[in-house]
């Protein structure tokens, strides 16, 4: 009974085919949430793939309608060793987007699994099915091996999380109690860079919003009445521009955080950005002045324009147009509060003589707020040394990933202290056609998971009385 017992035992089943089997398995249920005729599947997933699996682990579990009455059901799982034992509250999502059927590669096919060379192909096989297997695999070697886990375990799996987790944070709140634990462990998008493994803390939330402006009723022609009626395109783009410069630069300074910290600028100064070779090139000409990619990505608030139109962009003709319309988002760190966004543009467009603006707050899809924990914190620092321990590299630790996920019902609604192990890198083309895991980062994926979950049942845990991890240093604090 070993550390390394456990990790092999769980590096095993790759090797053995076992893991590719279950994985084939989850992702022959097409789990498409965007998909209305979906719903048969999202439930069969849990009803016959995820709870046998589970209660076979020792799991007792139970599937709930969402409370939202739109949205896939949700599963709860709880295995409590000792009710005096501390809990791990882990978390995943069997729902992924569109299959896609017919884009993929020659002979692939999004609901069958295949594998070619160091690649997996298959839908939701990094979002999220293959990460939240493969630590269910761990857990369960950790298990296997020591003949208990040393700790509680509460599994959370939601079936609607690509359409933005609607019903998440009110079942969170109604199911209060089955959730309580003192830390969530999960897995969710891509490393920073391929091979060096990374822990997220939070997320950026994400706000979107449409600015528009409206002069008259149809275009009229531009020889006759060009000079004399206002162009709306021109005017919103010089609003637009008032906001964020040609080099993108936000303008509105209420609109990003006041300054860094040192402890993240100590942790992002460890980080790199870098798609990979498959990955667009960073422009370091963009963005906030003096700050490094990582800074801009993870510490700071940016400004998007995700769509903009006027006339009719397919077919323009020789008119004035009528009105511009642009979508705009802003991906904010919790240096901010973002119910002060729109109020902020509102008065600087009205400040810079633009009232003909109007800014229209959108409320459809996800409402995520940011979220982020102290990279040096003791959560971070005995993950990081459990995964350094396990693969001998230190992990890049961000304080909140630059996407967004409902993390902040664990974080904010559940209080918790949040850490993400991402399994997966940046070009494994999630959420297009092609999606694939490497087999090097599953095969780490199954090693660094098992040894923290071996490390979890050895010691105290932060928060807890006598909360030193045995494996650290006492100089890490």
């Not at 709930?64 to 295995?79: A, E, K, T």
């Not at 019903?167 to 490393?191: K, M, N, Q, T, Y």
């Not at 399994?423 to 599953?442: D, F, K, R, T």
């Given at each position: 009974?070993?550390?390394?017992?456990?990790?092999?035992?769980?590096?095993?089943?790759?090797?053995?085919?076992?893991?590719?089997?279950?994985?084939?398995?989850?992702?022959?249920?097409?789990?498409?949430?965007?998909?209305?005729?979906?719903?048969?599947?999202?439930?069969?997933?849990?009803?016959?793939?995820?709870?046998?699996?589970?209660?076979?682990?020792?799991?007792?579990?139970?599937?709930?309608?969402?409370?939202?009455?739109?949205?896939?059901?949700?599963?709860?799982?709880?295995?409590?060793?000792?009710?005096?034992?501390?809990?791990?509250?882990?978390?995943?999502?069997?729902?992924?987007?569109?299959?896609?059927?017919?884009?993929?590669?020659?002979?692939?096919?999004?609901?069958?699994?295949?594998?070619?060379?160091?690649?997996?192909?298959?839908?939701?096989?990094?979002?999220?099915?293959?990460?939240?297997?493969?630590?269910?695999?761990?857990?369960?070697?950790?298990?296997?091996?020591?003949?208990?886990?040393?700790?509680?375990?509460?599994?959370?799996?939601?079936?609607?999380?690509?359409?933005?987790?609607?019903?998440?944070?009110?079942?969170?709140?109604?199911?209060?109690?089955?959730?309580?634990?003192?830390?969530?462990?999960?897995?969710?998008?891509?490393?920073?860079?391929?091979?060096?493994?990374?822990?997220?803390?939070?997320?950026?939330?994400?706000?979107?919003?449409?600015?528009?402006?409206?002069?008259?009723?149809?275009?009229?022609?531009?020889?006759?009445?060009?000079?004399?009626?206002?162009?709306?395109?021109?005017?919103?783009?010089?609003?637009?521009?008032?906001?964020?410069?040609?080099?993108?630069?936000?303008?509105?300074?209420?609109?990003?955080?006041?300054?860094?910290?040192?402890?993240?600028?100590?942790?992002?100064?460890?980080?790199?950005?870098?798609?990979?070779?498959?990955?667009?090139?960073?422009?370091?000409?963009?963005?906030?002045?003096?700050?490094?990619?990582?800074?801009?990505?993870?510490?700071?608030?940016?400004?998007?324009?995700?769509?903009?139109?006027?006339?009719?962009?397919?077919?323009?003709?020789?008119?004035?147009?009528?009105?511009?319309?642009?979508?705009c988002q802003i991906r904010y760190t919790?240096?901010?509060?973002?119910?002060?966004?729109?109020?902020?543009?509102?008065?600087?467009?009205?400040?810079?003589?633009?009232?003909?603006?109007?800014?229209?707050?959108?409320?459809?899809?996800?409402?995520?707020?940011?979220?982020?924990?102290?990279?040096?914190?003791?959560?971070?620092?005995?993950?990081?040394?459990?995964?350094?321990?396990?693969?001998?590299?230190?992990?890049?630790?961000?304080?909140?990933?630059?996407?967004?996920?409902?993390?902040?019902?664990?974080?904010?609604?559940?209080?918790?202290?949040?850490?993400?192990?991402?399994?997966s890198y940046s070009g494994c083309s999630?959420?297009?056609?092609?999606?694939?895991?490497l087999l090097p980062l599953v095969r780490?994926?199954?090693?660094?998971?098992?040894?923290?979950?071996?490390?979890?049942?050895?010691?105290?845990?932060?928060?807890?009385?006598?909360?030193?991890?045995?494996?650290?240093?006492?100089?890490?604090?």
């Amino acid at each position: 009974m070993s550390r390394d017992a456990a990790i092999a035992a769980a590096r095993q089943t790759l090797e053995d085919g076992s893991l590719l089997e279950t994985l084939a398995r989850r992702v022959a249920f097409p789990t498409s949430s965007q998909d209305p005729e979906s719903a048969p599947h999202l439930l069969a997933y849990l009803e016959r793939e995820i709870a046998p699996d589970l209660e076979r682990m020792g799991f007792a579990c139970a599937i709930h309608p969402n409370p939202s009455g739109q949205g896939g059901p949700f599963l709860i799982g709880r295995r409590i060793e000792d009710p005096s034992l501390p809990t791990l509250l882990t978390y995943g999502h069997g729902d992924t987007v569109r299959g896609m059927e017919g884009q993929w590669l020659e002979g692939l096919s999004p609901w069958v699994l295949a594998q070619h060379g160091e690649r997996l192909y298959g839908r939701g096989i990094v979002d999220n099915k293959g990460q939240f297997t493969s630590n269910l695999v761990a857990l369960d070697a950790v298990r296997r091996v020591r003949g208990r886990l040393g700790f509680n375990v509460v599994v959370l799996l939601e079936m609607s999380e690509e359409v933005g987790s609607p019903g998440i944070d009110e079942f969170c709140r109604a199911h209060r109690e089955e959730l309580a634990a003192d830390v969530l462990i999960a897995s969710d998008g891509p490393r920073l860079v391929p091979e060096v493994p990374t822990l997220s803390l939070g997320t950026r939330g994400a706000i979107s919003f449409d600015l528009r402006v409206r002069y008259r009723e149809g275009g009229h022609h531009s020889g006759n009445w060009g000079g004399v009626l206002a162009n709306p395109g021109v005017r919103l783009a010089h609003a637009l521009a008032s906001i964020i410069d040609r080099d993108g630069k936000v303008l509105v300074r209420e609109l990003v955080p006041e300054g860094i910290s040192d402890s993240i600028r100590r942790a992002l100064a460890k980080c790199r950005v870098d798609g990979g070779p498959t990955g667009p090139k960073i422009d370091p000409w963009w963005g906030e002045p003096g700050l490094s990619a990582a800074e801009k990505v993870f510490s700071w608030n940016t400004f998007e324009v995700l769509a903009f139109s006027t006339g009719n962009p397919l077919a323009p003709v020789n008119a004035v147009p009528p009105e511009a319309f642009a979508r705009c988002q802003i991906r904010y760190t919790v240096d901010r509060p973002v119910e002060s966004f729109v109020p902020a543009i509102r008065r600087h467009l009205a400040a810079q003589g633009f009232n003909d603006v109007v800014v229209e707050e959108v409320k459809e899809g996800a409402d995520w707020a940011a979220t982020r924990m102290d990279p040096e914190g003791p959560w971070p620092t005995l993950v990081a040394a459990s995964v350094e321990r396990s693969l001998g590299k230190a992990p890049m630790i961000v304080p909140n990933a630059g996407g967004s996920l409902p993390n902040d019902s664990f974080a904010i609604t559940l209080g918790l202290p949040t850490v993400y192990i991402p399994h997966s890198y940046s070009g494994c083309s999630q959420h297009a056609p092609n999606e694939h895991a490497l087999l090097p980062l599953v095969r780490e994926s199954l090693e660094l998971a098992a040894g923290l979950f071996w490390d979890l049942g050895e010691q105290s845990w932060p928060g807890r009385q006598g909360a030193q991890p045995a494996f650290l240093p006492a100089a890490a604090g």
